[in-house]
């Protein structure tokens, strides 16, 4: 069976759960664990620091949020993934920039392939940047494709499957972005990037994941992974 009609089955049965940051049986049972437990910031670390950030990010009402302007630095998990699903929810402030990376060449340097969330409407980036800088493409690279973006204060789900070399982003139960590491398509694709002189870019990597700190108002909460074979 592909890979994408399984993540399509998956994503119908765990998107928007009842009760945030929660599991239940089956989920267990597959291997699904959270990643953010709603109530601490167990599991997290600033980049390139061993502790998390003491200012910016707080843990508030069961979500993980970055307050505009509130400082504080990208934050990342503390355990390395490779292969892996993962599923989270989000909002984004009015105007707000932020993003999830993953495959990071330098663990301890915050550039990675980047799942792009952001105000389309709003945001500079979003808006001159080109359909590359929109919220789920593969920030740079590939512009998402056929997906649906809640209004901004509302709650999206997304999801990012990096099976082997095979990477899928989706956004709302619709699939906008798929890739494969180390494919001649995206060796093109990255020549004519911003990563161009990014050693090991685009190469499959075991790293952490990285949560964006753009300095704008951005909300997170039941992050949930399971690791792939």
Not at 55 to 61: A, C, L, M, Q, R
Not at 63 to 69: D, E, G, M, P, Q
Not at 79 to 86: G, I, T
Not at 112 to 122: H, L, N
């Amino acid at each position: 069976m592909r890979l994408t009609l399984l993540a399509l089955a998956a994503f119908t049965a765990f998107a928007f759960a009842d009760a945030p940051n929660t599991l239940t049986a089956d989920e267990q049972a597959v291997g699904w664990k959270l990643l953010f437990d709603g109530k601490t910031t167990a599991g997290w670390r600033g980049i390139g620091k061993g502790e998390f950030p003491a200012k910016g990010w707080v843990v508030e009402d069961g979500v993980l949020k970055h307050i505009s302007k509130g400082g504080g630095g990208d934050i990342v998990t503390s355990e390395d993934y490779e292969s892996f699903e993962l599923t989270w929810e989000w909002k984004i402030g009015q105007a707000g920039n932020s993003g999830l990376k993953y495959n990071l060449p330098d663990p301890e340097q915050n550039i990675g392939c980047e799942y792009q969330i952001i105000d389309d409407e709003k945001h500079p980036d979003g808006l001159r940047g080109g359909k590359s800088h929109q919220t789920a493409g593969l920030y740079d690279l590939i512009a998402p494709a056929d997906r649906k973006t809640n209004a901004v204060g509302e709650w999206n789900s997304s999801r990012l499957i990096a099976k082997g070399n095979h990477v899928e982003h989706w956004l709302n139960g619709v699939k906008t972005v798929e890739f494969e590491f180390g494919s001649e398509a995206l060796k093109a694709l990255i020549a004519k990037s911003k990563y161009k002189k990014v050693p090991g870019f685009g190469e499959k990597k075991k790293s952490p994941i990285l949560l964006q700190d753009h300095e704008d108002e951005i909300t997170f909460r039941s992050i949930k992974l399971r690791e792939l074979k």
